[in-house]
T-cell receptor, first 112, second 114 residues
């Protein structure tokens, strides 16, 4: 079974802090994704990566950056956290053989 | 750009009965994939069922089946013999052939009444 692990289930940070959300997958998947989930809006793609050091903007990249130094790890960075970034963040991974995405358990992030 | 719409924010059904969740999508492409994901209170998104657009036959997974109407751009999920464990948020999602990203609908919260 594919395992996608997000480092924190709940996180509370302050406005202006630099925040790191970590995601690790154990199936050697090429593609990894970061989504944001908000009530009534579903999931929206922030960034995705199709290989080490390769990234592509999703639909809502503003205020976020990502890092993929190793194939199994994909980090989402909030450079200067703001209250409108309070949300649930979901990481997913997928291999290139037309398989569906596998998701982590999500990180509920609160910015105070 | 593709969009996915789930017009039912909440649905409820009696245990053991059948419920249908609606999903419509907008695309100009002919080759794509459609998915239903389930997110229970534990928060893990679980794939329920997938449909390839080129297949005319509706996908089925045990008690879960879809009604895929390509011309109408409709992709509804039918849950038969509803069980308490089916209570969750359900998301409809679209992916273009050859693309990486999923486009999600707004979600439908399904409640199962005992």
């Amino acid at each position: 079974d594919v395992k996608v692990t997000q480092s924190s289930r709940y996180l509370v940070k302050r406005t202006g802090e630099k925040v790191f959300l970590e995601c690790v997958q154990d199936m050697d998947h090429e593609n990894m994704f970061w989504y944001r989930q908000d009530p009534g809006l579903g999931l929206r793609l922030i960034y995705f990566s199709y290989d080490v050091k390769m990234k592509e903007k999703g639909d809502i990249p503003e205020g976020y950056s990502v890092s993929r130094e190793k194939k199994e790890r994909f980090s989402l960075i909030l450079e200067s956290a703001s209250t409108n970034q309070t949300s649930m963040y979901l990481c997913a991974s997928r291999d290139i053989r037309n398989q569906p995405q596998h998701f982590g358990d999500g990180t509920r992030l609160s910015i105070l | 750009a593709q969009t996915v719409t789930q017009s039912q924010p909440e649905m409820s059904v009696q245990e053991a009965e059948t419920v249908t969740l609606s999903c419509t999508y907008d695309t100009s492409e002919s080759d794509y994939y459609l998915f239903w994901y389930k997110q229970p209170p534990s928060r893990q998104m679980i794939l329920v069922i997938r449909q390839e657009a080129y297949k005319q036959q509706n996908a089925t997974e045990n008690r879960f089946s879809v009604n895929f109407q390509k011309a109408a751009k409709s992709f509804s999920l039918k849950i038969s013999d509803s069980q308490l464990g089916d209570a969750a948020m359900y998301f409809c999602a679209y992916r273009s052939q050859g693309a990486q990203k999923l486009v999600f609908g707004q979600g439908t919260r399904l409640t199962i009444n005992p």
